[in-house]
């Protein structure tokens, strides 16, 4: 299972596009969020939902999105889950799955601000002071931790074309790898 991390405009989304059209499957942890954010009716502007996240891992433990996340899961060999955020959830991960790998997806702060507002999303912020505030959560969450033990970091700083070509190639050479990825077995 391929676990992606990083902060937010970094590239996850589309370091996920490119392993959505090699096969793999997307298990997108913040759509578990919005989801059940949703079905209590939370707000999904950027505040509201990190406000819900913050309240669900101090109820439930730190990695709640990750036992919500897995229960999406079919396929563990082919499935690139998006958004880990904590430790905690990338130990619950590697206790109840096998062959973890996870990638970290780096951006300097300019570019991701640039991104974000770029994609307009409606969880999104739309200043620095904004992206801050998202970025300092976050990192309250741990996520600087799992960057910090990702297996393989990509840096995201040129044009979408080679950004894309880059992942392709890194993806390529986990696949080459790991030969429990059968990316047929999912069609």
Request: aromatic share 6%; no cysteine; hydrophobic share 35%.
């Amino acid at each position: 299972m391929l676990i992606i991390t990083g902060m937010p405009g970094s590239g996850k989304d589309e370091f996920v596009k490119v392993a959505k059209s090699m096969g793999f499957i997307d298990a997108h942890m913040g759509n578990a969020v919005k989801k059940n954010a949703l079905k209590n009716n939370i707000s999904l502007d950027d505040k509201s939902v990190g406000t819900y996240a913050t309240a669900e891992r101090k109820k439930y433990g730190m990695d709640i999105w990750a036992k919500r996340t897995a229960e999406l899961i079919t396929n563990p060999d082919i499935t690139i889950v998006d958004g880990l955020r904590n430790e905690e959830e990338l130990d619950y991960f590697k206790n109840n799955f096998h062959n973890i790998i996870v990638i970290a997806v780096f951006a300097n702060e300019t570019d991701r601000l640039e991104r974000i507002l770029a994609r307009d999303r409606e969880d999104d912020s739309h200043d620095y002071s904004g992206m801050h505030q998202r970025d300092n959560r976050e990192l309250s969450w741990g996520i600087g931790k799992v960057i910090s033990l990702a297996d393989y970091m990509i840096v995201n700083d040129s044009t979408l074309e080679e950004y894309h070509k880059n992942v392709n190639i890194l993806l390529k050479h986990i696949i080459s790898r790991h030969p429990e990825i059968n990316l047929q077995s999912g069609h």
